[in-house]
């Protein structure tokens, strides 16, 4: 199995632009796509990302999704960042092995 | 409006057993695989286990194999999780979540249940 590695922490401020990446240890990040779940403090998680960079209806395209192969890696950013951003966000893919993996999450602050 | 919601959780002993149910409804229960994934306290998402539609394909976490049993009942638009031998690390938020299936490149979660609270502790 592979994992996905985020960082644990980011912060901006208001208005502004942030990515957060998800690295995955082994095999191509293209391989299986890349979900991307945001959870606010006391909430259950909800998806902003699927398929590498499809966006759920209600989700608004300040979110976007895309992969690299060069770092094997896949990144969220948000753009025109909101206070209501605040939250943990998870990535997420497939195993061939059958499991679902989750990254560790980071924690985005909006200051 | 879809909505799944769980129910089960509570306090039990190292080495105890419980069932985690899941009540399913707004969609067509019996078309979608389901899923279990868990939270422990302050910690991030694990997945747990996975069941198909027709409850022909099973999957687990090597965490939980051989000590859980995911079921399903597609009658009752329930999913379920029996919990055997349990361990403080088992202490979480189990949340079921529905399978959005992406072909052969895989699946993702949509929605999620609220949760319910397992802590294991004598």
């Known amino acids: 199995n592979f994992m996905l590695t985020q960082p644990h922490s980011v912060s901006e401020s208001p208005g502004k632009t942030v990515t957060i990446s998800c690295t995955r240890s082994?095999?191509?990040?293209?391989?299986?796509?890349v979900q991307w779940y945001q959870q606010r403090p006391g909430s259950s998680p909800t998806t902003v990302i699927y398929?590498?960079?499809?966006?759920p209806s209600g989700v608004p395209d300040r979110f976007s999704g895309s992969i690299d192969s060069s770092s094997n890696s896949a990144s969220l950013t948000i753009s025109g960042l909101k206070t209501e951003d605040e939250a943990d966000y998870y990535c997420?893919?497939?195993?061939?092995?059958?499991?679902?993996?989750f990254g560790g999450g980071t924690k985005l602050t909006v200051l | 409006e879809v909505q799944l919601v769980e129910s089960g959780g509570g306090l039990v002993k190292p080495g105890g057993s419980l069932r985690l149910s899941c009540a399913a409804s707004?969609?067509?229960?019996?078309?979608?695989?389901m899923n279990w994934v868990r939270q422990a306290p302050g910690k991030g998402l694990e997945w747990v286990s996975s069941?198909?539609?027709?409850?022909?394909?099973?999957y687990y976490a090597d965490s939980v194999k051989g000590r859980f049993t995911i079921s399903r009942d597609n009658a009752k638009n329930s999913l379920y999780l029996q919990m055997n031998s349990l361990r403080a690390e088992d202490t979480a938020v189990y949340y079921c979540?529905?399978?959005?299936?992406?072909?052969?490149?895989?699946?993702?979660?949509?929605?999620w249940g609220q949760g319910t609270l397992v802590t294991v502790s004598s």
């Open positions: 979540a529905r399978d959005r299936y992406s072909g052969t490149r895989g699946d993702w979660f949509d929605p």
């Open positions: 707004g969609f067509t229960f019996s078309s979608y695989s």
């Open positions: 069941i198909s539609s027709s409850s022909s394909y099973i």
């Open positions: 082994s095999g191509s990040i293209a391989s299986n796509y």
């Open positions: 398929e590498d960079n499809q966006r």
């Open positions: 997420q893919s497939y195993d061939s092995s059958n499991a679902r993996v």
